[in-house]
């Protein structure tokens, strides 16, 4: 079932669970879902691209149904060479959404397309050290933008700050009903800070799942988002109330 239109638009926390517990697996997922998680971040790497493994398809389709019988979604990030190979197989194991990077892709239009077709979201990603312009042709064919604000293969890094100016630039040329999505070192001293410079689908790992209390950290996290949404909206409107008068 493609993703609600206004998920898109709206802020959400998506815990990582690369950071997680792995023989609590589904029990972290369900107790930040039952926290008002909506989404799930799920970070496949194959050791050529990034420098690390993790998991794949055969996990997404075992956790498919703790996070879709509670109307959660998964948000699939593709950290592999190649991900044409691999994008429809992770769609029908549960994806709703799938990024891959633009950096790892000859031919990522084509990509988007397939993943599109087979009703998921598609998306691109892009590195820290790759400029915002690469991805500009396809802004009119993604459901959502991946921004990394670390280098792909790790949890636990610190957010690299300067990255964060990509985020206007995109919300200058993307449709509303085009999420901007955050992967990187976020947590509470600076969640804000993503969610008021544009990004709206905000990943944290280590943040969330390395805390005493996953769910009571990702009910604190997702509460600072939307404050910090609110606070935006309210100021652009004045803003641009002030522009008119």
């Avoid at 498919?64 to 190979?85: Q, T, W």
């Avoid at 239009?109 to 397939?114: D, I, K, N, S």
């Avoid at 991946?146 to 890094?157: A, D, E, H, R």
């Avoid at 955050?182 to 001293?189: C, E, K, N, S, T």
Wanted: with cysteine; net charge negative.
């Amino acid at each position: 079932m493609p993703i609600p239109a206004d998920v898109y638009r709206e802020v959400h926390l998506v815990p990582s669970i690369l950071s997680a517990d792995f023989s609590r697996l589904g029990e972290q997922v369900a107790a930040v879902m039952d926290a008002s998680v909506r989404m799930i971040h799920f970070d496949v790497m194959d050791g050529h691209y990034v420098p690390n493994l993790s998991i794949g398809p055969a996990v997404l389709a075992s956790l498919a149904p703790v996070v879709h019988d509670r109307g959660g979604l998964f948000s699939v990030h593709l950290m592999i060479e190649r991900p044409e190979k691999y994008a429809a197989e992770f769609v029908r194991a549960g994806a709703d959404a799938l990024s891959f990077h633009v950096e790892a892709c000859a031919h990522p239009r084509h990509v988007l397309e397939t993943i599109r077709d087979m009703g998921a979201g598609a998306g691109v990603a892009l590195n820290p050290g790759t400029d915002v312009s690469r991805i500009e042709p396809l802004l009119g064919v993604v459901d959502f933008v991946l921004v990394m604000t670390v280098n792909p293969g790790f949890g636990g890094q610190e957010l690299i700050a300067p990255v964060l100016g990509k985020l206007p630039w995109l919300r200058k040329r993307l449709p509303a009903h085009v999420a901007v999505e955050v992967d990187g070192g976020v947590g509470r001293d600076n969640i804000a800070r993503v969610v008021e410079a544009g990004g709206n689908w905000v990943v944290a790992g280590s943040a969330v799942f390395g805390a005493e209390d996953p769910a009571e950290e990702a009910r604190a996290l997702q509460q600072t988002a939307r404050r910090a949404a609110g606070a935006a909206g309210a100021a652009g409107a004045a803003g641009a109330a002030a522009r008119e008068a």
